[in-house]
């Protein structure tokens, strides 16, 4: 009648674990001090700038004993889970299952991401995440959530079809950044539509 799946997991560097949008890293400056003119930090950020990619930009600096160093990169470590229920249509209504109508599926997911307490108040971590870039901590991202419906149409034993609407959403830890349909928030949204073929051999 149904299946239904869920995990929950907790670790580091997880990079997108089932919607972990911001299991990304971090910059450590604890005990570091900046070098370069006029005292200002060297920072060098990745090729393709991209939100995530960037975080955590290579930062040169000096130790305690005066020797310069590349500040080490940190995973943001984080807790969560999801859930996934799957709803067999064509079954329910009792289709041939070698006809037009034997393979659609319905499936509910959601999912939801935590940064861990001390990583979110981690003192000298720095990122490179947009308008965050270089700003001490406490880290911005606070939690990731994921909801997403998936359709899917099974033309033949070869080909299907899916369709999935979804919603991914980051929350920041303070203030109201991002502005969502003219309205101040803290959370920033990804709405997607998504179609395409699936092919079994």
């Known amino acids: ?25 971090y910059t450590d400056m604890n005990g570091l001090s900046g070098v370069g003119t006029y005292g200002a930090p060297v920072v060098y950020t990745t090729i393709d700038g991209g939100p995530l990619a960037a975080a955590g930009s290579a930062v040169v600096a000096t130790n305690a004993a005066g020797d310069l160093v590349v500040a080490p990169q940190r995973p943001v470590r984080s807790f969560g889970g999801f859930v996934n229920l799957g709803l067999p249509l064509s079954r329910w209504f009792n289709a041939n299952p070698n006809g037009h109508n034997g393979g659609w599926q319905l499936y509910f997911h959601f999912g939801k991401d935590q940064v861990v307490s001390h990583d979110l108040t981690a003192t000298g971590a720095t990122t490179g995440l947009g308008p965050f870039a270089n700003v001490l901590s406490p880290l911005p991202l606070r939690m990731g959530k994921v909801a997403a419906v998936t359709l899917y149409y099974k033309l033949n034993r070869y080909i299907s079809f899916g369709f999935e609407q979804s919603i991914y959403a ?26 395409g073929p699936i092919f079994t051999f």
């Not at 009648?1 to 890293?25: E, H, K, P």
């Not at 203030?175 to 539509?193: F, K, L, M």
């Open 170 to 195: 980051t929350r920041l830890e303070t203030g109201a950044t991002y502005t969502i349909a003219g309205v101040p928030s803290n959370e920033w949204q990804d709405h997607r539509s998504e179609f």
């Open 1 to 25: 009648w149904f299946t239904i799946v869920a995990s929950g997991y907790r670790g580091g560097d997880l990079r997108f674990f089932f919607g972990g949008q911001v299991n990304s890293f």
